[in-house]
């Protein structure tokens, strides 16, 4: 090896710089390092510590999509801890590193609460538990004793599958499951009685496995509540702003020329305005709501088929109602401090009761038996308390005196006391035990192509006449008829009484909201066309299911402007409505036609036209059975399905089952048994809900 000096030089040049280069890197992994520590004695992710150090004897854990896992995880360690006064952390698996669960102290079991998410997926912030719980070896957890409680619908091909999936990759890794996995199922509407069912032989099984002793439920609060004395004009103080950094005290959310500053997701929603809304019905006594957001300047990306989350606020109406059920002054401020560090506050705080109502909470849809049984230790008499405890006791007496009312809280207590008060419910407890409001989803009716800064839904309005009683009030979805009273207001026609249920406070908290303006993020989904233009397309969408496929094809109008020369598959879309007045954008498919010459085929199925008999976007699909089974045997056609999860996707389920044992000369199970792999596959997608 001939080296010259010049040689030598260039060398030791290059492992000077390789060393520094590593030098500076492993310099970069010991800061890291020295912050991580740093993070671990202020604010620990590891679980067993973080429960260590704030002396707990219990864990619930929940993996949530729409915040229904998290309550009942909520409210099932509120129980533990008013019966048997255990020590419980309650955390969301998103929150924490489980690395360690195995070293849980003996006397501790973790309780599991499970949403199902799409096709059997985990919740989006459990996709990290799903893998930690995937590369776990056997014995991994032979120290952890659980209870698991999974929240799904059966409608849903993957009923509960996310809690399946855990139950059965807890149990490889050695940990052994308490009584039974519970399984609640929404698309029978059973949720609720499903966990009471659960809940009552968990925790008897609890009772033994550790020693516990039952006592009368005694609230006891994760606050440290108190009342200030500060202004409520004071620009700390929260008037119901979606997030703290939209608090005037912080600054931070606005640009110098007063814009809001991002990022955005679905912690820190973007206040986006309404550009323009339309009634979309022509019936009178049904509304379904057009609206459309701009979200010029806010970086926020979206793709065709996403979803919209929509943060949404409580009617003056309901407010009114609650407020004076519970006795309550709008106006006081009031702080609370959690009194752990596993605790984390629930919004933005200080507020005003008035505002923590109105923004913060869930003070309308049904309630729950558990609720009567902790809330029955306020009641105001003895009668009302006996009263509150056979209800809550009786599953029957229950649902006749109260869920098929169709009462919300203060309906039903005001219902119970005759319209007297309920002023001994302390606020803290109600604050910490009513659900907290969370985002409504609604599927992008938009393109990501042709319409990049802005997103619109379609959302039909959750509004009808209390079915018991006349003199009931009606029984009103919150986000919905916001929209509503915005759609009204915003095209300058009549919100009284006569026209408008509820009203909302449109300005917002120091008028965040003026101009319409309401709060969204984006959810990323998989709905996606295929990405081959070429590949046919078969979309089944009927009511506010279309919304999407609205979405789908002016993405195609837009390619087909881009690309003119390149050829569409077949793009067919199966709709249904009623009759012609609950049509939906009737008057955009001719043009998409048009513009699509010949590749967009609409067919529509109308369930209530006089005379005729009913017609369900089933019966389409069973009339055109030979060309669907073409397009998807020979031509690998993709097939999509969005809308009511209920009875609409089974029955379009059915009839592609019976299409495709018809045309492959098989048996149902074994037509069945194609569409479980197309969905695997995506070939066969649901959007439904
Ligand atoms: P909520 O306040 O949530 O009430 C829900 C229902 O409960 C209403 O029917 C309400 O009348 C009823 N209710 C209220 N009080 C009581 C009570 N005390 N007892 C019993 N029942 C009561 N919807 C669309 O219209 N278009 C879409 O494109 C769409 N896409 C969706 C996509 C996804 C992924 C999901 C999960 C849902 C989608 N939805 C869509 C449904 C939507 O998210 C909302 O659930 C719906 O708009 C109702 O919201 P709300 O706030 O008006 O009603």
């Known amino acids: 090896l ?115 998410y799409g096709e059997g997926d985990f919740p989006d912030g459990a996709v990290p538990f799903e893998d930690y719980l995937t590369n776990l070896s056997s014995g991994d957890l032979e120290n952890v004793r659980y209870t698991l409680f999974g929240l799904g619908n059966s409608t849903y091909e993957f009923f509960n599958g996310a809690a399946k999936k855990a139950n059965k990759l807890l149990s490889e890794a050695g940990a052994t499951l308490l009584g039974k996995c519970g399984e609640a199922d929404d698309g029978a509407g059973t949720t609720d009685e499903d966990y009471m069912a659960w809940k009552e032989t968990v925790t008897d099984l609890l009772k033994s496995e550790l020693a516990l002793d039952e006592h009368e439920q005694k609230f006891q609060p994760n606050f440290k509540y108190s009342v200030l004395e500060t202004s409520k004009t004071d620009p700390a103080v929260s008037l119901g702003e979606p997030t703290s950094q939209y608090l005037p005290s912080q600054q931070l959310t606005f640009s110098p020329d007063g814009r809001q500053t991002g990022p955005f997701d679905a912690t820190h929603p973007f206040v986006a305005p309404i550009v323009k809304s339309k009634e979309l019905f022509q019936c009178g006594e049904r509304n379904c709501i057009h609206a459309e957001f701009d979200v010029t300047g806010s970086n926020l990306k979206y793709s065709t088929g996403d979803h919209l989350a929509l943060w949404p606020s409580n009617s003056d109406e309901k407010v009114e109602k609650f407020l004076k059920c519970f006795g309550l002054n709008p106006e006081t401020v009031f702080e609370l401090k959690p009194l752990d560090s596993t605790i984390k506050n629930p919004f933005p705080l200080p507020t005003t009761i008035g505002a923590a109502v109105r923004h913060y909470l869930e003070i309308t849809g049904p309630i729950s038996r558990q609720l009567f049984s902790s809330i029955m230790q306020f009641a105001p008499t003895d009668e009302l308390k006996e009263r509150l405890n056979d209800l809550s006791k009786d599953k029957d007496e229950f649902a006749k005196e109260i869920t098929v009312k169709y009462l919300n809280l203060a309906d039903a ?86 026209t408008l249920p509820v009203h909302y406070d449109l300005s917002g908290p120091r008028d965040l909201f003026k101009s319409y303006k309401l709060p969204i993020h984006v959810r990323r989904s998989t709905f996606r066309l295929p990405s081959n233009p070429a590949t046919p397309v078969i979309m089944v969408g009927p009511g506010t299911g279309v919304a999407p496929f609205r979405g789908f094809i002016r993405d195609r109008t837009k390619f087909v402007e881009l690309q003119p020369n390149v050829s569409l598959g077949k793009h067919l879309l199966f709709y249904g409505s009623r009759d012609e007045r609950d049509f939906l954008y009737q008057e955009e498919w001719p043009e998409y036609s048009k513009k699509l010459e010949g590749a967009f085929e609409m067919v529509v199925a109308h369930s209530r036209l006089p005379n005729k008999p009913r017609s369900y976007v089933q019966h389409k699909l069973i009339e055109r059975e030979d060309e669907i089974f073409k397009l998807i045997a020979n031509e690998g056609a993709f097939i999509y399905v969005c809308g009511d999860a209920k009875g609409m996707a089974q029955g379009v389920h059915s009839a592609f089952v019976t299409i495709l044992s018809r045309g492959k000369k098989c048996t149902e199970k074994e037509a069945a048994e194609m569409i479980k792999m197309f969905k695997s596959s995506g070939k066969y997608q649901e959007d439904v809900w």
């Open 2 to 116: 001939g080296l010259d000096t010049l040689d030598f030089a260039v060398l030791c040049g290059l492992a000077l710089a390789v060393c520094a280069y590593f030098g500076k890197d492993k310099l970069k992994e010991i800061l890291a390092s020295n912050n991580d520590a740093i993070k671990v004695s202020n604010d620990s992710r590891d679980i067993v510590e973080t429960l260590r150090n704030n002396d707990k004897n219990y864990l619930v854990l929940y993996g949530s999509q729409t915040g229904t896992a998290e309550d009942y995880a909520r409210k099932f360690a509120k129980e533990l801890v008013a019966k048997f006064s255990l020590r419980v952390m309650c955390a969301d698996v998103e929150s924490y590193d489980l690395q360690n669960l195995n070293e849980l102290p003996s006397n501790v079991v973790v309780s599991i609460f499970l949403s199902t």
């Open 413 to 498: 207590l005001l219902y119970l006391s005759d319209g007297a008060k309920w002023d001994t419910v302390p606020w803290n407890f109600l604050v910490e035990s009513v659900p907290h409001l969370q985002p409504r989803y609604y599927s992008i009716s938009s393109s990501s192509s042709s319409e990049k800064q802005t997103i619109h839904i379609t959302a039909i309005v959750e509004n009808m006449p209390n079915p018991v009683s006349e003199k009931a009030p009606p029984v009103t979805g919150v986000a919905t008829n916001l929209l509503r009273h915005i759609q009204q207001s915003q095209n300058k026609e009549d919100i009284s009484a006569s």
